[in-house]
């Protein structure tokens, strides 16, 4: 039997890109899914679709960048599906912008959603996890994590924050599981939350190669089947074509 089989697993920014390509996977390959994002209508929908192609899966409203409703998240899942083995940070947010146009409420968003929001899924999970000595968190950080660009000064820094928050969180804990997915270009909704023109149309030509999110959702799901005493601590999974 597949070692997601039966297996909890939550995934935040779950209403499209890779968390919606995510979650349909896992929960193809028999995993009990509980999916998270803001836009609860596309969410019904995909959980449908789910559920009528024979899987498991339940959604709740969730915003990231409130801690209590993350934990509210979680305790929705035990409610419905039992304890949680596997948390996926996906939620993201990608405005990117030269930082001499002083976009700081597009700053502060990013921090929000980017950082804050990892960091309050690691709150709301870690702690049953310890207990139980036992999980999983797995966190979407970028290439963008490896790597900066002219415009992306922002963006870059919050995913290089995933990094060293999931690298601690992995060295401290010897019972609880910790992977990096950084991605390169994938086809999701993240550049439309590009305001500036000019880095609208740079960020449209980089996407002409991008991939589509079920490449990053198998290299999740390899992570995850991986026996409890292999932790993959990062996968980079980008576009032949791609930088």
């Not at 929001?117 to 870690?126: M, N, S």
Request: glycine residues 8%; charged residues 25%.
């Amino acid at each position: 039997m597949s070692q997601i089989a039966n297996k909890v697993v939550l995934v935040t920014g779950a209403s499209s890109g890779i968390g919606e390509g995510t979650a349909r996977l896992l929960a193809s390959r028999g995993a009990k899914v509980l999916l998270g994002a803001r836009r609860t209508d596309r969410l019904e929908k995909i959980v449908d679709e789910v559920r009528a192609a024979g899987g498991v899966a339940e959604f709740r409203a969730l915003d990231v960048t409130s801690l209590e409703d993350t934990k509210a998240f979680a305790a929705y899942a035990v409610e419905k599906l039992g304890p949680i083995d596997v948390l996926i940070n996906n939620a993201g947010v990608m405005p990117l912008s030269p930082l001499h146009e002083l976009k700081v409420d597009e700053w502060n968003h990013m921090i929000d959603v980017n950082i804050r929001g990892t960091l309050h899924g690691i709150a709301a999970v870690l702690p049953e996890m310890r207990a139980r000595k036992s999980g999983q968190i797995i966190n979407l950080s970028s290439i963008g994590g490896h790597n900066v660009w002219p415009t992306c000064g922002v963006y870059c820094g919050t995913k290089f924050a995933v990094m060293a928050i999931s690298e601690a969180l992995r060295m401290e804990n010897t019972d609880v599981r910790v992977t990096v997915i950084s991605p390169g270009v994938v086809e999701s909704e993240l550049a439309h939350t590009i305001s500036d023109p000019e880095t609208q149309k740079m960020i449209e030509d980089f996407r002409k190669v991008a991939i589509t999110p079920d490449a990053i959702g198998r290299a999740i799901a390899y992570a995850i089947e991986q026996p409890a005493d292999v932790d993959v601590s990062e996968i980079i999974v980008r576009p032949v074509a791609g930088q």
